[in-house]
């Protein structure tokens, strides 16, 4: 069974970091590409960034209001991928969630629970 | 607010069918043919229950189904069932653009 279970959420000061988790399993995680996705509060969704899978090197794509600050990586022997968030905003609490890529289909096929960061002094 | 355009309620009775619109551009819904939908429980997983306008996942009930006509595309939820009740979402490709991935406010369907 596929599970993605994501950890590392909290309060963090504006201009602070954090590192979000996400544990894989029930699948083999470095043969996908994998999003993180986040959902402030009272609003939609929105796509964060992605890293591809090991025969596209784990190359990586963000989002251009996250670009400069957040970076996606993982640890394909720990089924593991990671979002460090730096220089956080207000505007970045949300419930960030990482997704698997439906491979080929543009959409994603499973999700976590997500987990909560809150920006704020 | 969000680059696609969902309305934020919608409701009908148990058995009723309900249809849920997605707006966007020629850049996005209307460009490809790549319009998700997700059903959203607060505090759980978001569960994909259509790809690619129309594909269901296995499991999903065929209950659920997706169209799309030029710009906007739609959820339909026949039958409706206590369980149905939830937030959904759309999503779409955007192709070259940043983000490649748009997706809708989101709509609170209610099961009366």
Not at chain 2, 29 to 58: C, D, F, L, M
């Amino acid at each position: 069974e596929v599970q993605l279970v994501e950890s590392g959420g909290g309060l963090v000061q504006p201009g602070g970091s954090l590192r979000l988790s996400c544990a894989a399993s029930g699948f083999t995680l470095s043969d996908h590409y994998m999003d993180w996705v986040r959902q402030a509060p009272g609003k939609g969704l929105e796509w964060v960034g992605r890293s591809r899978d090991k025969a596209r090197k784990h190359t990586t794509q963000y989002a251009a209001s996250v670009e400069g600050r957040f970076t996606i990586s993982r640890d394909d022997s720990k089924s593991s991928l990671y979002l460090q968030m730096n220089s956080l905003k207000t505007e970045d609490t949300a419930v960030y969630f990482c997704a698997r890529d439906r491979a080929g289909n543009y959409s994603w096929d499973y999700w976590g629970q997500g987990t909560l960061v809150t920006v704020s002094s | 607010q969000s680059a696609l355009t969902q309305p934020p309620s919608a409701s009908g009775s148990p058995g009723q069918s309900v249809t849920i619109s997605c707006s966007g551009t020629s850049n996005d819904v209307g460009g490809y043919n790549y319009v998700s939908w997700y059903q959203h429980h607060p505090g759980k997983a978001p569960k994909p229950i259509i790809y690619e306008v129309t594909k269901r996942p296995s499991g999903v009930p065929d209950r659920f189904s997706g169209s799309k006509v030029g710009n906007t595309a739609s959820l339909t939820v026949s039958g409706l069932q206590a369980e149905d009740e939830a937030d959904y979402y759309c999503g779409s490709y955007a192709g070259g653009n940043n983000p490649p991935w748009v997706f809708g406010g989101g709509t609170k369907l209610t099961v009366l």
